[in-house]
């Protein structure tokens, strides 16, 4: 985003989950910052509640698709049926393709209908080969004025983000860093 403003985004992809959002959205809440949830449909269509929990508590929400499909494997036909289906439930402009890639003909037709939002700093905490320290370093080496910064709202992550996020977030703060969402 904007180089010249020191603000950052914050994204949270796949959920929401019962195991993983309320503890991200109480770490949120804890140092007042606004985040973008971009979920995924099956996800909110099981769990509405912490879908509404979300957009009360003032976050931005983004399509994900309905199945976290992967454009490669799929028509571009059945891709845009998923991400339709999927909005009827999240009700966004913003979307984020699962795996960061898509068609250029879905391209082309999502582009059309939503802003899509990609990253530029992946911290990892989905992998199983670093620990939670690694994620809060990765955040620390790559962020910069107007990064888009990616967690995972997961079972894979959590355990990660129970000591990263409010780690991340306080070292966020200190460096002097807004938090802002998507218009
Ligand atoms: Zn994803």
Redesign the pocket.
Known sequence: MNSHEKAVYLTF??GPLPETTPFILDTLREFGVRATF?M?GENVLRHHDLYNRIVEEGHQVGN?TFN?LGSFKHMSITYALNVIKANELIHAHLFRP??GWMRPTVYWWVNRKYRIIMWDVVTRDYSKWITAEDVLNNVKRYTRNGSIITF?DSLKSIDKLHYALPEALRWLKEQGYEFRVFK
């Open positions: 992809d796949d971009f995924v994900h976290h699962p795996h995972h």
